[in-house]
């Protein structure tokens, strides 16, 4: 069985406050594009993940390893299978990759263990993986609150963006970690980003970018101000760090823009792709295989 397993940026981000269980309580604003890792599922006597990509683990520390070794324990079945995982999307970027992998991951064994179990069941294990799964599981575009599995879907146009990664990994632990409560925020810049994005005009979509991470993040790795000086210079209408960076997307007025804008801001030490948003799901089979 083959999926394709789309990558997200964060329109708004903003940290609410500090949890009691640790976590950062957030609102925030997503969108699955179509940037994708590729996986192959495939039936075997045990669990195995096996990728080619560097710094990316075949162990239990591979998210993908960890959703279906949850799965396979909560439905008390002993069926292995092989993961084989095709990395297109930076790995540590603050796009998504390694939850959108887990996604796939539990959308795919569901149906090539036979199990058929609703959405609503897969993502009360997709909570425990990481903030983004459930996220993935559903895709398109949504409003995420508390730790990010509260999601409440979005509509709007579909956006051009241009997508800079400057080569390097980032921790999102360590990010997290730099969060002091003067970064702390009301909730307000993730609900004006949600309804500029239903008016499905990107202009205003761009206006009101914003990651509550950014200052910390500027602090430690200066890049992604470049990267996002770089953006607005070559004509994007706005730009933004996503997630825990350090990948920075900017938005343009159509996807021939957003090539212009790849062309003019592509150097050796930064990767950069045109992307288009994504209104349906993040996960999409492309071969089947089922029990």
């Known amino acids: 069985m083959e999926l394709n397993a789309a990558a997200k ?143 409440r879907p979005l509509s709007g146009a579909a956006l051009a963006l241009v997508l800079v990664n400057p080569r390097f990994a980032v921790s999102t632990a360590d990010m997290y970690g730099r969060v002091t409560p003067s970064m702390y925020s009301d909730g307000g810049r993730a609900r004006d980003a949600a309804s500029a994005l239903e008016t499905r005009r990107s202009s205003r979509v761009a206006r009101t970018l914003y990651n509550g991470l950014e200052v910390a993040a500027r602090a430690a790795y200066p890049q992604i101000g470049h990267m996002q000086a770089a953006l607005v210079a070559a004509g994007a209408l706005g730009a933004a760090m996503s997630g825990s960076g350090p990948t920075v997307f900017g938005v343009a007025r159509s996807l021939e823009q957003a090539r212009q804008i790849q062309a003019r801001v592509t150097r050796g030490s930064w990767e950069c792709w045109a992307v288009r948003t994504l209104r349906g799901p993040a996960v999409r089979i492309r071969g089947n295989g089922a029990r």
């Open 9 to 151: 940026v964060n329109l708004a981000l903003e940290i609410l406050s500090r949890r009691p269980d640790g976590y950062h309580e957030i609102a925030t604003v997503c969108m699955t594009v179509d940037l994708s890792d590729r996986l192959v599922l495939e039936e075997a006597d045990s669990l195995e993940v096996r990728t080619s990509a560097p710094g990316v683990p075949s162990d239990e520390r591979n998210l993908a390893y960890r959703a279906a070794a949850a799965l396979r324990q909560a439905a008390g079945i002993e069926y292995g299978a092989r993961i084989t995982l095709d990395k297109r999307i930076p790995v540590a970027a603050g796009l998504g990759g390694g939850s959108t992998d887990a996604a796939a991951t539990l959308v795919g064994l569901n149906r090539l263990w036979g199990l058929r179990w609703p959405v609503e069941r897969l993502e009360e294990l997709a909570v425990g993986l990481g903030m983004d799964v459930p996220f993935f599981l559903r895709g398109g575009a949504a409003m995420a609150t508390g730790r990010g599995e509260r999601l």
